[in-house]
């Protein structure tokens, strides 16, 4: 586990990848968090246009990532992509 830790979070490039997948998950998820635990108010929802675009490009990435066989970009765009796909289905079906 040690070693797992210190081969994926160490590390300039590694600790910049984890903090662009915090930024790009931070982008949508604070509507989405309003809309599913808001008070009952209709939540200011992002344009479907933006979270399809968020939503392929984070598709390229992980199957770029998959090819590249890289555990920062794999974990972060499969969370991102199952987020989106939430978030994609609450503007869809309101």
């Known amino acids: 586990m040690k ?3 210190k081969a994926h979070f160490s ?3 590694n600790q910049l990848g984890w903090l662009g997948v915090i930024l790009l ?3 949508t998820l604070p509507s989405m968090i309003d809309r599913i635990f808001g008070n009952g108010e209709a939540a200011t929802m992002p344009p479907l246009s933006m979270v399809l675009m968020v939503w392929a490009g984070l ?3 992980l ?3 998959i090819r590249q066989k890289d555990v920062v970009y794999c974990v972060s765009n499969g969370i991102g992509l199952a987020l989106n796909t939430v978030l994609m ?3 869809i079906f309101p």
């Open 89 to 91: 289905a609450l503007i």
């Open 3 to 5: 070693n797992f830790i």
């Open 11 to 13: 590390g300039l490039n």
């Open 59 to 61: 598709g390229l990435y």
């Open 63 to 65: 199957a770029r990532a």
């Open 25 to 27: 998950q931070g982008a």
